[in-house]
């Protein structure tokens, strides 16, 4: 495995970023947009088996009091396999102890994978969602009136 933190991004393959983010069931993105996204980006970390990109992610912060990981893609055929765990641990040391809020959000059904590695459930945290699969995938239902 190779692992790439900062590479020259004018040397990724940003169609098969756009393929490995449609192969995890998310939101099409547009090659342009994400190479711009990825430029904005503090530190970003990509991993190759031989010259084929497996897995991805990248952090967005202010330098002091707020953090995001996101983008937080490993390629399904090597899942299972420490990288997520690898990518997750290894953007959050780069950030080090500056920030007051480190937040990510995970993908429908992997909220046990980031508690297996010590986050936790942020009890404050809101979205304004951004269509009706945003809402219903990354929403708590609504309570009744009243409640």
Same mark, same amino acid.
């Given at each position: 495995?190779?692992y790439?933190?900062?590479?020259?991004?004018?040397?990724? =393959?940003?169609?098969?970023?756009?393929?490995?983010?449609?192969?995890?069931?998310?939101?099409?993105?547009?090659?342009?947009?994400?190479a711009?996204?990825?430029?904005?980006?503090s530190?970003?970390?990509? @991993?190759?088996?031989?010259?084929?990109?497996?897995?991805?992610?990248?952090?967005?912060?202010?330098?002091?009091?707020?953090?995001?990981?996101?983008? @937080? @893609?490993?390629?399904?055929?090597?899942?299972g396999?420490?990288?997520?765990?690898?990518?997750?641990?290894?953007?959050?040391?780069?950030?080090?102890?500056?920030?007051?809020?480190?937040?990510?959000?995970?993908?429908?059904?992997?909220? =046990?994978?980031?508690?297996?590695?010590?986050?936790?459930?942020?009890?404050?945290?809101? @979205?304004?969602?951004?269509?009706?699969?945003?809402?219903?995938?990354?929403?708590?239902p609504?309570?009744?009136?009243?409640?």
């Amino acid at each position: 495995m190779t692992y790439k933190i900062n590479p020259d991004l004018s040397t990724v =393959d940003w169609a098969y970023v756009c393929e490995l983010f449609s192969k995890v069931d998310w939101r099409k993105r547009e090659e342009a947009e994400i190479a711009a996204a990825f430029g904005r980006s503090s530190w970003t970390l990509f @991993i190759y088996k031989e010259e084929q990109l497996i897995a991805f992610g990248r952090t967005v912060d202010d330098g002091r009091y707020y953090a995001v990981l996101a983008d @937080i @893609i490993v390629d399904p055929d090597f899942q299972g396999n420490g990288l997520g765990k690898y990518l997750v641990n290894a953007l959050n040391e780069k950030l080090g102890d500056n920030y007051h809020f480190v937040n990510l959000t995970a993908a429908p059904g992997k909220g =046990d994978f980031y508690k297996s590695l010590g986050w936790k459930k942020q009890s404050t945290c809101f @979205i304004w969602p951004q269509g009706p699969k945003q809402l219903r995938q990354h929403t708590e239902p609504e309570e009744e009136a009243g409640n």
